[in-house]
């Protein structure tokens, strides 16, 4: 099985922070279960000869795997493609099971593989240590820190060994299996809080609006939200996800199939669209859409796309949690076939969407809005403190052109004193200007009269001293 078929993404709408939330195949890399396909009963599904070189066409195409949302993710898709280079290990896989490479058993086959391998792993973590402190140090250069232990900060990082930031071993395998698995476990707990988040601000935000409002358009804006609640309640019946009524509803609406021919194993073998055994949880994902489409419309006003991928994820897990039965994130033709010869396969009741549940209580609004108004005070001294700061510097900054001004003054004056007593004007630097010997300048040649200080050319004798006796002359 080849990398590229467990990343995979069906044909529907969907945005780039749901794409992010659903890559749950890549968790199979993190696992590396994708290899177990061997020892787990699968559909046999025969190969038409005719069509193999278009499907390694396929294989060979390159393909934008949805990103897991993990801040590790390239050093993760980069460590599971050069380990899968390598044949020894990759026989071990196929032989491994998932408490074995959960444990770390698997890494300790590590050191088995070829040097050509482990060179380009070392090359790998290197390159990521070199990334994250690059991040590190961009942080503390933000808010201008000094005097911090890198190493320290590095600790923080549990998907690789920061004690060894060249060599890439048993141990850092480990630490990225179980890194991964456990922050990917816990992704989708992190997702609803995120969107009970979401829906409190929401709500938040439309209560501050009304206090801006009169009492005349309050409760216009009051009306109008009770209505577009009311029209958004007012959809078909949703059917349980996984039951026989909405796979009945699958196959007959997206697939064109006589309902009354219904078969779960041709069901299954049909919406396996890589054909590897599996109903990953995208493929899950995908089955939904007819029942989404019943209550979301991106059309409507009162529809909010992001509570449609809220329930998506809802029905997703709620179908793992019957029907995965060893909870590995994948559901085999086994479990599948076992899932519907339960009582809950007949499921009658509908699907009880997000607008008939309570999201939040008062109590949690109040303790959102609390902490909002404590930030939004922290931001406002934060501001305060920042704008005092600008006046500080500007008032030094006008100071030091005060200073600068008095002091070319004072210059400008000290050098008009100076032409006045007759000396040489000074530099720049306060040096005194001497013109070189048989010069002197234009300007000033007429300025002296006859008999003035004047320099003297080369070989000239003062009157003076031609006077004096012949001894004195000898002297220096």
């Known amino acids: ?245 909405q796979l009945k509803e699958v196959w007959e609406e997206a697939d064109g199939l006589d309902p009354n021919d219904f078969d779960p194993k041709t069901f299954f073998k049909l919406h396996d669209v890589n054909t590897d055994g599996f109903l990953d949880e995208q493929e899950l994902e995908a089955l939904f859409t007819k029942e989404l489409e019943k209550v979301y419309d991106p059309k409507n006003e009162e529809d909010d796309m992001i509570e449609m991928e809220e329930e998506r994820l809802r029905m997703r897990e709620h179908v793992m949690n019957e029907v995965d039965i060893n909870k590995d994130r994948l559901v085999t033709l086994e479990e599948f076939l076992r899932s519907t010869e339960k009582k809950e396969f007949l499921e009658p009741d509908s699907w009880e969407t997000l607008d008939q549940q309570q999201m939040f209580t008062e109590e949690d609004l109040k303790e959102y809005e609390s902490h909002i108004s404590q930030q939004e005070n922290e931001l406002h001294l934060q501001a305060l403190e920042l704008q005092k700061k600008k006046e500080e510097l500007q008032r030094q900054q006008d100071q030091l052109q005060a200073q600068r001004q008095e002091l070319e003054q004072a210059v400008q004056q000290m050098e008009k004193k100076k032409l006045q007593q007759g000396h040489p004007p000074s530099g720049p630097n306060g040096e005194l200007k001497f013109n070189p010997p048989g010069e002197q300048p234009i300007a000033n040649v007429e300025s002296h009269p006859a008999g003035g200080v004047q320099p003297l050319s080369p070989g000239s004798i003062p009157v003076q001293d031609a006077a004096r006796p012949e001894h004195v002359q000898t002297h220096a």
Request: net charge negative; proline share 2%; aromatic share 6%.
């Open 1 to 245: 099985m080849h990398c590229c078929q467990r990343y995979k993404i069906r044909d529907r709408p969907m945005s780039s922070d749901h794409v992010r939330w659903r890559t749950v195949l890549l968790h199979q890399c993190v696992l590396l279960l994708a290899y177990l396909v061997i020892t787990i009963d699968a559909v046999p599904i025969d190969i038409d000869k005719t069509k193999v070189k278009e499907e390694e066409h396929v294989d060979s195409a390159k393909v934008d795997n949805p990103d897991t949302g993990l801040y590790y993710d390239a050093y993760l898709r980069q460590v599971i493609d050069v380990l899968e280079t390598d044949k020894h290990f990759r026989e071990k896989l196929q032989t491994a099971d998932i408490e074995e490479i959960k444990s770390g058993k698997l890494s300790k086959e590590l050191d088995l593989v070829s040097h050509h391998v482990r060179t380009k792993l070392d090359e790998l973590k290197r390159q990521e240590v070199a990334r994250l402190r690059m991040l590190i140090k961009a942080k503390i250069d933000s808010f201008q820190d000094s005097g911090i232990d890198h190493q320290a900060l590095l600790q923080q990082f549990e998907h690789l060994n920061h004690n060894n930031p060249h060599t890439f071993e048993a141990k850092d395998l480990d630490m990225l299996i179980k890194a991964a698995t456990s922050d990917l476990e816990n992704y989708d707990k992190a997702r609803h809080e995120e969107f009970k988040q979401y829906e409190m601000m929401k709500e938040h935000e439309r209560r501050e609006y009304l206090k801006t409002l009169d009492e005349e358009k309050r409760r216009q804006e009051e009306a109008k939200y009770e209505e577009q609640k009311k029209k958004h309640a007012d959809h078909p019946k949703v059917n349980h996800p996984g039951s026989k009524d």
